[in-house]
């Protein structure tokens, strides 16, 4: 989604070379490389967004003028953050427990965010990291929420430009040559800092909680190949699938 309108290459062609790389990759780092890859793709994403941010609302006329147009398209829902039916605008005491549950098994209990938490050195550590972890999540998401809005109007009458495809089409007609590509190559190590992690999940529960337990007492190096395998095996199922 991110490269295609870019390098003109078919969705088939960039799963197939994204995806190995990415297998490759992770059967080469393992977590310490998704955990470094996680941090520095996120300074670029929030480094891309406050640079994007002004120069698209800019473009608009501002935050005022892009929501009256988007009023005058009928589209004064896209402003609206909280839809929850009946209750209008805010939500009530019953949306707020639900958010709360529905958030609780993501933050904390969620294989692909525990398993970035191991690669802290300590508990602590790694409680802090999820902490800024979540502060980080709302600026960041906003910075990018705010020019995707904006590019509904910019790229309006250009289906081939809208939907998943603005973010990439800002980056590139927006920023400079040199710090479009960079944010560009961070969203798409984004993407793959996603897959890494849950293929590194995916190794961990197969040889630790499978192998292990029917084939206890190998040493460290066998069982570091299961979990390869694994990654190798559950890689190849995911682009396949993506392909199909």
Known sequence: TVLGPILKVSPERLILYVGIVVLIYCFSSGLIGAAFSSVIESFLMILGGLLLL???LKQVGG???LYS???????ADYFVFWKSGTAGVWPTWKDVVMFTVLGLPYWCTSQYIVQRSFAGRSVRESA????????????LTLSYILPGIAGTTIYAGQEATLGDRILPQLLND???VGLGGLFLAALVAASNSTASALLSSLSTLVQHDFYRRFLPGRDSRHYVWVGRIATLIGG???MVFALV
């Open 63 to 65: 935050l005022n003028e």
């Open 54 to 56: 002004p120069l698209v």
């Open 128 to 139: 802090r990291g999820v902490i800024l972890a979540a502060l980080m999540t709302g600026p």
């Open 236 to 238: 190849s199922i995911g």
């Open 69 to 75: 147009t988007m009023v005058a398209m009928g589209k």
């Open 174 to 176: 927006f920023l400079p």
